[in-house]
DNA sequence: ATAAATCCTGTAGCCACTACAGATGCAAGA
DNA sequence: TCTTGCATCTGTAGTGGCTACAGGATTTAT
């Protein structure tokens, strides 16, 4: 399968595939005799984890220590519980930011009517400490 | 003021005041004769705008619209609300985004015990697409 | 006069990609 | 066989919003 029909199955972009094998969280894979890489189905297997991690907001490198732990094939479930609980603390304290976030945005917009005003309550909220 | 009391008056590390200025968000500023930078009362203001803009999250390119507005004075408060709005939106979509994403962390982290079996359903859950 | 603190410019690094430019590879049609 | 046109290649630079130096100049305190 050449990048193209790899980068399709895993819903991956092929510049993000080679940015992964750059930074080697993809290994090189084949090549064809120009030079075009070649991947299988193993790396099909790697690339959605990878994917699918990423989109639970997982870091890189907490994914490379994922990979590591299955890779090593000696990893333990604390280990992995460990990372995604850490991540999830992460994930909370970023909702709770947001949250503050939302009230203070809602609160000083609301105070807004809107209007042709040249004088306007978001403005002087925002210049005040 | 010299460029230390201006970070301390604004609570803005100096090299984000000087990153600041180099993206034209705030003006070049006095000299002294050996030429360090001098700041006054009103450039507080501006930047305390800045970051305050800054932690209720709205992006270098909104502030600086909401700046052409003042700057220009003649803004309305339609315009303003309506920048707020948006970033509003922006950010409740991200607090929907995280939301879904603490709750499948939470399942596929719930399904984990912990223990030290080498063959983890946190695991399983990311190879699955 | 000298030491210490502060300031200067310029550049590179961070994260996780994304977007080119310019050169090949390769399959199908004329 | 030649050309067309798409896919792929490498390498580099850009994104946002800073942060962190290096190596020098200036200012302030003793």
Redesign the interface.
């Known amino acids: 399968m050449l990048i193209g029909a790899f980068s399709e199955r895993t819903g991956c972009h092929i510049e993000t595939i080679r940015y992964y094998e750059r930074i080697k969280l993809l290994p090189k894979p084949e090549r064809t005799g120009g030079g075009h890489r070649l991947y299988d189905r193993e790396q099909v297997?790697r690339l959605?984890?990878i994917r699918?991690?990423r989109e639970?907001?997982f870091s890189i490198e907490e994914i490379r220590t994922?990979l590591r732990?299955?890779d090593g094939?000696?990893?333990?479930?604390?280990e992995?519980?460990?990372i995604?609980?850490t991540?999830?603390e992460d994930?909370?304290r970023?909702?709770a930011d947001?949250?503050r976030?939302?009230k203070?945005?809602?609160a000083?917009?609301g105070q807004?009517?809107?209007?042709?005003?040249?004088?306007?309550?978001?403005?002087d909220?925002?210049?005040?400490?």
């Open positions: 297997k959605v984890f699918r991690s639970l907001g994922l732990l299955v094939k000696r990893y333990t479930c604390q992995v519980k460990t995604t609980e991540h999830l994930v909370k970023k909702i947001l949250r976030l939302q203070t945005l809602g000083i917009s807004c009517e809107g209007g042709l005003v040249p004088d306007c309550p978001i403005i909220a925002l210049f005040s400490e």
